[in-house]
């Protein structure tokens, strides 16, 4: 995963960077994986009230399996927020998280009323893993990037379908109710529901993130150009990123990042209203 194949997805970075960190800290410490990523729905929340379980288990994941396909999975979905916008597509994710987890208590509180004890059991038990908001972009996934046609082992597939693969490898019985959560969140959110789309992170925590995002991302390697002059290439993707920006707007946040698509995209962030 190559800083440059996240050029003009510094969200997506961001996300990938704290779900690595958290799992590497569940991993070296077992009393915060039991802390933090374990929820029964009976009793933690029915009983015991404990709300943020529904928020600590999307911190991490508890297997190295698990953690390789999650990372890959937001790897490949990085042109979401290309398509989307860095703005709209870290608030996607938020509303998604949120409308998700809301939906999980909905599925577990039925799935308690109408399943037998029995098999009750098996949903009970949640699995850790940012299941919900990744299953809510996969489906934003499908929605929007165009799926190519590909050779391999002599047959012809779409290019998605590692993604997906890798998703169905996270899906059992107790990753069963988020993963439907977080589909179900993004087809609430696509319909537009509430007005959902509109939504925004306030100003202030816009610039706060920001700053995060300049220190997580990696300084790479560039090719000298010269200073008055911008690649036309990125100049239209940041375009369609930002269309409310003009050319030489987005040409100047190219200059000042001395052509780092990241480090113009944060300058561009930290300009727009």
């Not at 995060?212 to 390697?221: F, K, Y």
Request: aromatic share 8%; with cysteine.
């Amino acid at each position: 995963m190559t800083a440059g194949g996240l050029q003009g997805a510094p969200a997506t970075k961001l996300w990938i960077y704290s779900v690595l960190i958290f799992s590497l800290v569940f991993a070296w410490s077992p009393a915060w994986r039991h802390a933090l990523m374990r929820l029964r729905f009976v009793p933690h929340i029915t009983r015991d009230w404990q709300i943020w379980r529904l928020a600590s288990i999307q911190l991490g994941v508890a297997t190295t399996t698990e953690l390789m396909s999650t990372l890959v999975i937001v790897y490949r979905m990085r042109s979401v927020e290309r398509i989307l916008g860095t703005r709209k597509f870290a608030a996607f994710v938020f509303v998604a998280g949120v409308v998700g987890l809301t939906l999980s208590v909905v599925l577990l509180a039925g799935a308690r009323w109408m399943l037998p004890a029995r098999i009750y059991g098996a949903v009970n038990m949640v699995a850790g893993g940012p299941l919900v908001t990744v299953f809510a972009c996969l489906s934003q996934y499908y929605m929007l990037v165009p799926s190519k046609r590909v050779r391999a082992l002599g047959v012809t597939v779409g290019d998605k379908w590692l993604t997906y693969g890798l998703a169905a490898n996270l899906l059992g019985e107790s990753a069963a109710v988020p993963a439907l959560a977080g589909i179900m969140a993004g087809a609430v959110y696509a319909a537009d529901v509430a007005g959902l789309k509109q939504w925004r992170f306030p100003q202030c925590v816009e610039h706060a993130a920001v700053r995060l995002m300049s220190l997580v991302t990696s300084r790479q390697a560039r090719v000298q150009r010269p200073a008055n002059r911008a690649p036309q290439e990125l100049i239209g993707r940041l375009q369609g990123m930002f269309p409310a920006a003009g050319h030489e707007q987005i040409a100047q946040a190219l200059r000042l990042a001395a052509g780092d698509a990241d480090r113009a995209v944060s300058i561009l962030l930290s300009g727009s209203q």
